[in-house]
């Protein structure tokens, strides 16, 4: 038993560790993805420019909503010209990507209620400038996906 125990403590830790070293050890218990997996879960890849984040708990959650002016859709698509995405009220690194201003691609899944919210904290968010993406190793989306939005990796 004791022994069971112990493997159990180790195991946890290595996942921590492994979590950790790819920046997906944010706290929370999500699903890391790989790039067919990333796209496969993604219901709406959104390129578009952040109009205003605030904080929020209409979902009886503390979040952080941001009110995304949208330019384009991949993989699926939105109704109207802005999209409000809710984020975690975390420090992850989605949402210090996720400014007033900031012109982003952000990866959400659509909720039964309507509202749209980030496939993870991790792997969410690229930052666009002009038609470059600069590349985050958490985030490998599909050259297709960014192609599709009229962008690029920036070199």
């Known amino acids: ?17 492994m979590a950790a070293a790819r920046g997906g050890a944010s ?3 999500e699903p890391y993805y790989g790039a067919a997996d990333l796209v496969d879960v993604t219901d709406v ?7 205003s984040v605030a904080r929020t708990d209409e979902r009886e959650l503390p979040e952080r909503v941001a009110t995304v002016q949208v330019e384009g859709t991949a993989l699926g698509t939105l109704d109207g010209a802005t999209v409000r995405i ?6 992850g690194p989605s949402n210090a ?13 659509l909720m039964d209620d309507g509202s749209s919210v ?11 400038d002009g038609s470059a993406v600069t590349r985050d190793p958490d985030v490998p989306l599909a050259d297709d996906v960014l192609e599709s939005l009229g962008l690029a990796w920036s070199s």
């Open 118 to 128: 980030p496939v993870n904290t991790t792997q969410s968010v690229l930052v666009v």
């Open 1 to 17: 038993m004791l022994a069971t125990l112990a493997a159990a403590v180790i195991m946890a830790g290595v996942w921590w560790a």
């Open 86 to 91: 809710f984020f975690p009220d975390t420090s």
């Open 97 to 109: 990507k996720v400014t007033t201003g900031a012109r982003v691609v952000v990866l959400t899944e």
């Open 27 to 29: 706290g929370t218990d």
């Open 45 to 51: 890849a959104v390129l578009g420019t952040v109009e």
